[in-house]
């Protein structure tokens, strides 16, 4: 029989749009101005500071409520006149101890929260937040690349007892001078075996100097690796912070995009993202005296005070240790034990099997900007270092090894947090930043909603007025089409729209109009060509669709060539583009004729309003 379907697909259909429905409810929940307040390097905010918080905070403005989870304090407010008022009491209550973040806490209830169902994610233009662009310093990269190929040869030489001059890094890789023609045919044979990546070459000017460096396809590969580590530790940072909905993305060879939706203090923010640089495990040089520092060690400060002599050598940098947990150990004293990666685990047990019973210490390294800059406009860094923990090496160690002498669990739990949030491969510097305001992305979110608004408004008026009641049917599956969009939007996690994306909603209920309009032409013509209204409902749905498609087709490909290509905003609009072409095209041809059927299908019709 013409125009029915069975009962199965008519509850398939409603059963996806009642699913879309239930995805897109969470945004009609306003979420609340909040305050999150958490420990800078890794403190957990404790019950007595907390309680402090809230009575102070309770004496002068409105708090919706307050909490205290895993050490981070979560207070809601009113309004954003009060969350800012909030900012000002509590950073002046508790010093640069503490951070304390502007935040959008939701409002969603727990029945759709326990379906997996969430608000939209928005970007920085509707919500506000910080944008940052940095760039990763392959300067200094090369630099302690370099330094560690001059500690390497050094030691591979001096093992097989062959004689050299000197051994110097320069700007393009490191300079080997050989005392002999027997001691240079020697060593770089041995150099050549062990550092098969690395490209060496006589010098013209010295038969017994050979420079080294590193090949083409290495030292690419290196940047790459540098820029992704450093991607992977930030997205760590910022998840450790609590920080919701950010967006970290690499751009171009050496630059990152990082964007703190909802987070509006500029330095925190900065704070939280360059506190940590490196870490470094070296064996501390306990023969040595601050007084009396050999050439291959050099004097560092410890934390606490004091200072300590350790070898220039490094064992392993933090980007090898995968995990970190305080704990005690068996003599009730605080450690915390540390996960290596294969390569870190084979370092640290060759070099560990040799130094049992010496102290290793861990050296943190930051960059500090100077506020100079270079020739090329670059921020000059400032490397600031310092050791933060001495222990015995007690055992041949592995992947798995712990360090222990530390002074207390509060400083293990803030060890292992620091080795957790993982070390930056190489430093990286803040080039622009823009910071959005709250007020001016919720004019944006009300502009936005009026277009859309006032865009449905009008296409469905018209098709009301011109197509009666196949109109009336088309504005269903326009409703369905939006609600869809938003629904689907807020499945995906990593999706967030944007000023430009919403331009993309506007833009995909006119292709489904379009849809609708061509399918009902069609029946239309058929009608007046003779056919029944069944036969016309039938063959109209059937020759329009091939039509839909190819246009809708070639529009997903552009949409997807965009995507690909682009970036930010326009890759936002790709985005919306892309769901909104595959939710139209099912609401204008799927959800219209499950209507239709359901509405004439079956049934004898003398005439169509259309």
């Known amino acids: 029989m013409l125009n029915r379907y069975p009962l199965w697909k008519t509850l398939l259909i409603a059963l996806t749009v009642i699913i879309g429905f239930l995805y897109a409810a969470p945004n009609l929940y306003e979420p609340d101005p909040a305050l999150q307040i958490s420990g800078i390097k890794g403190r957990e905010v404790q019950l007595s500071t907390f309680e402090r918080i809230k009575s102070k905070l309770d004496s002068q403005i409105e708090v919706k409520s307050a909490s205290l989870d895993k050490g981070q304090v979560l207070i809601r407010l009113n309004d954003l006149d009060a969350q800012l008022k909030a900012r000002e009491i ?17 409002t969603t209830p727990e029945w759709l929260a326990a379906i997996g169902a969430s608000p939209l994610n928005l970007g920085l233009d509707l919500r506000g937040g910080i ?16 330094e560690q190929m001059v500690l390497d040869f050094k030691t591979d030489l001096r093992k097989e007892r062959i004689r050299y001059r000197s051994i110097r890094m320069n700007n ?20 050549e075996n062990n550092y098969r990546t690395t490209v060496f070459t006589q010098l013209r000017s010295d038969p017994l100097a050979v420079r080294a460096a590193m090949s083409p396809e290495l030292l690419r590969q290196t940047k790459l690796e540098a820029v992704e580590q450093n991607i992977t530790i930030i997205r760590s940072r910022v998840n450790e912070l609590g920080v919701a909905e950010p967006d970290v993305q690499r751009q171009g060879e050496d630059r990152i995009v990082v964007q703190l939706p909802g987070v509006q203090d500029t330095a925190k923010a900065k704070e939280l993202l360059g506190a940590t640089a490196t870490l470094e495990l070296r064996l501390a040089d306990y023969q040595a005296s601050p007084n009396n520092v050999p050439a291959d060690s050099k004097l560092y400060q410890r934390r606490e005070g004091g200072s300590v002599v350790l070898k220039k050598k490094v064992i392993l940098r933090g980007e090898r240790i995968t995990g970190a947990q305080s704990g005690f150990d068996e003599n009730g004293m605080p450690q915390v034990s540390i996960k290596l990666d294969a390569t870190g685990g084979n370092l640290m047990s060759e070099f ?55 002074d ?62 196949f109109g009336l049917v088309s504005n269903v599956a326009l409703a369905s089409n939006v609600v869809l969009i938003i629904g689907v939007m807020s499945m995906i996690p990593d999706v967030a729209l944007t000023l430009p994306g919403m331009a993309g909603i506007v833009l995909t209920v006119g292709m489904a109009v379009d849809a609708n309009v061509l399918i009902f032409e069609r029946i239309r013509e058929e009608i007046k060509a003779g056919r029944s209204v069944q036969q016309a409902i039938h063959h109209g749905y ?13 529009t997903l490909i552009a949409a997807i060539i965009l995507f690909s290509f682009g970036a930010g905003p326009i890759k936002g609009f790709a985005i919306t583009l892309s769901i909104g072409i595959v939710t139209s095209v099912f609401t204008a041809v799927v959800v219209t004729r499950a209507v239709v059927n359901a509405w004439l299908g079956g049934k004898r019709v003398d005439k169509l309003s259309i």
């Open 90 to 106: 509590a950073t002046e209550l508790l010093g640069d101890q503490y951070t304390v973040a502007l935040n959008m806490a939701q």
């Open 131 to 146: 944008y940052f662009l940095m760039e990763v310093d392959m300067r200094d990269l090369m630099k302690t690349t370099h």
């Open 172 to 191: 393009d890789g490191v300079d080997l001078k050989f005392r002999n023609e027997e001691s240079l045919q020697k060593g770089l044979a041995l150099l």
């Open 352 to 406: 560990s099997k040799n130094h049992i019973n010496q102290p290793m210490a861990t050296v943190f390294i930051e960059y500090k900007p100077t506020g100079k800059v270079d020739k090329d406009g670059k921020q000059i860094l400032k490397k600031v270092e310092e050791v933060i923990s001495v222990a015995n090496i007690a055992t041949q160690l592995g992947k798995n090894f712990r360090i222990t002498g530390l």
């Open 408 to 469: 207390s669990p509060h400083e293990a739990r803030s060890l292992a947090q620091l080795l957790r949030a993982g070390a930056l491969r190489a430093p990286i510097q803040i080039v622009e930043e823009r910071t959005v305001g709250p007020s001016l992305g919720k004019e944006n979110i009300e502009l936005g909603k009026t277009a859309i608004i006032f865009g449905l408004a009008g296409v469905l008026l018209f098709m009301l007025v011109y197509y009666r009641g």
């Open 542 to 554: 059937d020759s329009a669709f091939s039509t839909i498609f190819d246009a809708n087709i070639t």
